[in-house]
C-alpha cells in the first residue's frame, strides 16, 4: 500500500490540502473554509480526496497543519480568562508596554486593552537583581494567597512573570509551585520556562499570550484528533510552527506562542527548497491569498528570520519601525510583512474621492460579488474579472462558478460612475492599487533590510499572486519572476518540506571583548544537550539531530539587537572574533555603516535551533503539470492605456515547455497566471513557470 503525508493549510477563504506519496505522486484539493469550526474542512477535504483517488485513511503516516487558531484566538478576543501574576510595583508592565506608536502624530490613537484586565492581575512581594541575585525571596504563602485570588475570580489560566527571572526562576518556580497545589490540571505559563530572556514588556507579553491561548489551542488540536480518529486517519500530527520548523502536537499545545503565525510559514519553507533544488539564487518570496498579502526573503539559502513580531496590531501599512498596534510576542518567526490586500478585498472609496483596497474583506462568506453568494461590494477578484484576468465561467477547477455580469455591474455603480471612469480603467485602477499595496510590503522586507530587491527573484505563489506578480516585478525591477507548480496550495505544499524543530534561547549580557570564551561556550553547550534531549524525545537519534547556533548583539548602548549566525565546535578567543566581525557585518548591510573596531560589542541573547532530520527524505517528486491545451482559445484582457484590450491566448502550464511571449493567460486548477505585452513565459526543467520581465 502506497503511504502519503498530508499537508494542510487552513486560510480565510479556502483551505488547501495536499497530498505526497512515498514515490513522489501529488494530489491537491482546495475546499471551502469551514469558518465555525476550521477542523471540519480538514476532515471533509480529506474525505473527498479519499473517495476521488481511493485511498484508504490508514494510508495515511502523517499529517502536518498550518493552522491560524491561535492568531484568531487573539484578533477576536476570544482566548481563556487569563489572570497574571508579577513583582511588587510591576503590577501594570502588560499596560505601560513601550513607548512604540503606530502612528506618530495622529493624537486619538489609544493602545490595544491588555489581553489581561487590571483586576486580573495581581503581584507577589520578591525581588531578584540583574546579576540573577535573590535579593527579596517569595515566600510560599504569598504566592498561595496571589494565585488563589485569582482562582477566586475563575481564571481558566495563569500566566506568571517575575522581574529578571531570566536570570534566576527561583521565585517563578515558587509561584508556580502554588499554582499546582491549589489548581492541578489549570493552564499556567511560566515566563522562565517560555521565554527566558531580558526585556520585561516583551516576556510578560509573551507569557501572557501562551497562558491566553493556551486552552484554544488545546481544545482546538484535541477536536482535531479526534476528528482524525474518527476518519480513521491515526497518523501523526505535526504543527507548522511561526518559525518555519515542524512541532509535535503536543509541544504546540504546550507553547502555542510558537505557531501564532504558522499559516504564512509554509510557502516560504517551500520557495526555500524550490530554491535550494533548481538553483534559483536569492529570492524575494511573494503569497498572495483571499485576504492579505504576505512578503518574505530567502537569501544565500536561508530565509530571513525575526526576533519579535506583533500581533492583532492590523495589517501593515508602511514601515515596521512604526509598531505597538498589536501585542508583542518575542519569539523567532519567518520575517514576513503583511498588507490587506487579497483576492476577496473591498474596493471602496475615502471620503476625499481616493481609491481604495482593504483592509476589510469579503472572506468565505459572502465572498466576491461574482461568486454569486451573497456578497453586495466590490472586490479585487471582480476587478480581475472585469479585466478579464480569470475565467469567465469558474475558478478552482470549476467548483466555483462565476457571475461576471453581477461583477461588471456592481464594479460599474459603486467604483467606476464615483471616480468618473471607465468600467475597464476603475477595475484597472483597483488592480494597481492593490499591487501598490504589495509592493510596500516586498520594499518592507528587502529595501527596508538594507537589500536591493532587483538582485532577487521574485517566488510568487497563493491563488492571486501569479496574477499580480510580472506588473509588480516591472516596477519594482525585477527580471525575472518564478510561479513554483501548484501556487494556489503551495503553502500547504510547504509543509512537506520542513523539518521538526525546537528553538532555545537564554540572555546573557556580555561584552564580547571581556567575555570568558569558556562560559559562552559552556552556556551554549546547555542549551545544546537540552535541544538533544527534546529531539531524542521525538524519537529522532543523535545521527538525525543538527544544531544551529545564533547570537543577538548590538554595540554597546544601542537599545535593539541584530541576530546572526554564531561559529560552530568549541568556542575560544578566536570564534569570539568571529562572532563580532559577523556582527560588524550584518549591522553595515542593514544601516549602512559600522562602528570602528575598537567600539564595543555586547552579546545579549544567545540561541540554538535544533532540527530533526528524518530518516527518509521524503521529498515530493515532479508535481503533475496536466495537459496541453492543444488549440488554444483567446480571451479579451485589458493591459491599461499602452496596450489597450488585446486578445491573451488561453494556455494550460504544459503548453509552456516552449517560450511564449506575452499577453497570455496560464490557468490552472488553483491559480491564474497573467503574462502581460512585454514579457515571456517558459517552464524550467523543474516545472516552475519563469516569466522574463520586459
Not at 479519499?50 to 482566548?79: C, M, P, Y
Not at 517560555?194 to 477536536?223: D, H, W
Request: with cysteine; net charge negative; aromatic share 6%.
Amino acid at each position: 500500500m502506497n503511504r502519503f503525508r498530508v499537508g494542510v493549510d487552513i486560510g480565510g477563504t479556502f483551505t488547501d490540502i495536499v497530498f505526497m506519496s512515498a514515490d513522489g505522486q501529488v494530489l491537491v484539493k482546495k475546499v471551502s473554509s469551514s469558518v465555525g469550526d476550521y477542523a471540519q474542512a480538514i476532515i471533509d477535504g480529506l474525505a473527498v480526496v479519499f473517495a476521488e483517488a481511493d485511498i484508504d485513511a490508514a494510508a495515511i503516516d502523517q499529517v502536518r497543519h498550518g493552522t491560524t487558531v491561535a492568531s484568531n484566538a487573539i484578533l477576536e478576543r476570544k482566548g481563556a480568562r487569563t489572570g497574571l501574576i508579577g513583582s511588587k510595583g510591576f503590577r501594570d508592565v502588560l499596560e505601560i508596554r513601550t513607548l512604540r506608536m503606530p502612528r506618530l502624530y495622529d493624537l486619538t490613537w489609544s493602545k490595544p486593552p491588555p489581553l489581561v484586565e487590571r483586576y486580573l492581575r495581581t503581584t507577589v512581594d520578591e525581588r531578584v537583581n540583574a546579576a540573577g541575585e535573590v535579593i527579596q525571596p517569595c515566600a510560599p504563602a504569598d504566592a498561595e494567597a496571589a494565585v488563589q485570588k485569582l482562582l477566586d475570580e475563575g481564571v481558566e489560566a495563569i500566566a506568571v512573570t517575575l522581574i529578571n527571572s531570566y536570570a534566576n526562576p527561583a521565585n517563578e518556580f515558587v509561584v508556580k509551585a502554588a499554582i499546582e497545589k491549589l489548581a492541578p490540571g489549570l493552564p499556567y505559563s511560566i515566563s522562565a520556562e517560555v521565554l527566558p530572556e531580558i526585556r520585561e514588556y516583551e516576556r510578560t507579553s509573551t507569557t501572557t499570550i501562551n497562558a491566553y491561548v493556551k486552552p484554544v489551542v488545546g481544545s482546538y488540536l484535541a477536536s482535531l484528533r479526534a476528528g482524525l480518529n474518527k476518519a480513521g486517519v491515526e497518523a501523526e500530527l505535526l504543527l507548522m510552527q511561526s518559525n518555519g520548523g515542524l512541532t509535535p502536537a503536543e509541544a504546540a499545545a504546550r507553547l502555542p506562542m510558537n505557531i501564532i503565525e504558522s499559516g504564512p510559514a509554509g510557502g516560504v519553507v517551500g520557495a526555500r527548497f524550490v530554491a535550494e533544488a533548481g538553483g534559483l539564487g536569492d529570492l524575494i518570496t511573494f503569497d498572495m491569498g483571499g485576504t492579505t498579502a504576505k512578503a518574505s526573503m530567502v537569501e544565500d539559502g536561508q530565509y530571513a528570520r525575526a526576533d519579535e513580531f506583533e500581533v492583532g496590531g492590523g495589517i501593515l501599512a508602511g514601515s515596521r519601525l512604526l509598531t505597538g498596534a498589536g501585542y508583542k510576542l518575542k519569539t523567532q518567526a519567518i520575517d514576513l510583512a503583511e498588507v490587506g490586500a487579497g483576492g476577496g478585498s473591498l474596493v471602496w472609496t475615502d471620503a476625499g474621492g481616493a481609491l481604495q483596497i482593504g483592509p476589510e474583506s469579503a472572506g468565505a462568506s459572502p465572498g466576491p460579488v461574482c461568486y454569486d453568494a451573497g456578497g453586495e461590494e466590490p472586490t479585487v477578484t471582480d476587478a480581475n474579472l472585469v479585466l478579464g484576468y480569470l475565467n469567465p465561467g469558474s475558478l478552482a477547477g470549476g467548483s466555483v462558478a462565476l457571475n461576471a455580469a453581477k461583477a461588471r455591474a456592481v464594479f460599474e455603480e459603486k467604483v467606476a460612475k464615483p471616480l468618473g471612469l471607465s468600467l475597464e480603467d476603475a477595475a484597472l485602477g483597483a488592480h494597481r492599487v492593490a499591487a501598490s499595496n504589495m509592493i510596500r510590503a516586498i520594499k518592507s522586507v528587502s529595501t527596508e533590510r538594507g537589500r536591493d530587491p532587483r538582485g532577487y527573484a521574485l517566488f510568487a505563489f497563493g491563488g492571486n499572486g501569479p496574477m499580480f506578480a510580472a506588473g509588480m516585478a516591472k516596477e519594482l525591477g525585477i527580471a525575472k519572476v518564478i510561479i513554483p507548480p501548484a501556487p494556489g496550495v503551495f503553502s500547504a505544499f510547504g509543509l512537506l518540506y520542513a523539518d521538526v524543530e525546537h528553538h532555545y534561547s537564554r540572555t546573557k549580557r556580555r561584552l564580547l571583548r571581556e567575555s570568558d570564551p569558556a562560559e559562552i561556550g559552556g552556556l551554549w553547550a546547555e542549551l545544546e544537550q537540552e535541544g538533544r534531549k527534546q529531539l531524542a524525545l521525538d524519537g529522532f537519534p543523535a545521527e538525525r539531530q543538527t544544531l544551529r547556533r545564533t547570537a543577538s548583539m548590538h554595540y554597546k548602548g544601542q537599545t535593539f539587537e541584530l541576530t546572526v549566525a554564531a561559529p560552530e565546535g568549541e568556542i575560544d578567543r578566536a570564534a569570539l572574533e568571529t562572532l563580532t566581525e559577523r556582527f560588524h557585518r550584518e549591522h553595515e548591510t542593514v544601516y549602512g555603516h559600522r562602528a570602528s573596531d575598537d567600539e564595543p560589542v555586547e552579546l545579549v541573547t544567545m540561541r540554538l535551533l535544533a532540527r530533526g532530520e528524518p530518516e527518509e527524505a521524503m521529498r515530493p517528486g515532479t508535481t503533475p503539470l496536466g495537459e496541453a491545451s492543444g488549440d488554444p482559445q483567446s480571451r479579451r484582457a485589458y493591459f491599461g492605456l499602452e496596450h489597450g484590450w488585446q486578445n491573451a491566448l488561453v494556455l494550460a502550464r504544459a503548453d509552456l515547455a516552449q517560450e511564449r511571449q506575452g499577453p497570455c493567460i496560464v490557468e490552472e486548477y488553483d491559480a491564474t497566471c497573467v503574462v502581460p505585452p512585454g514579457c515571456t513565459a517558459e517552464l524550467d526543467a523543474f516545472g516552475n513557470i519563469v516569466l522574463s520581465v520586459g
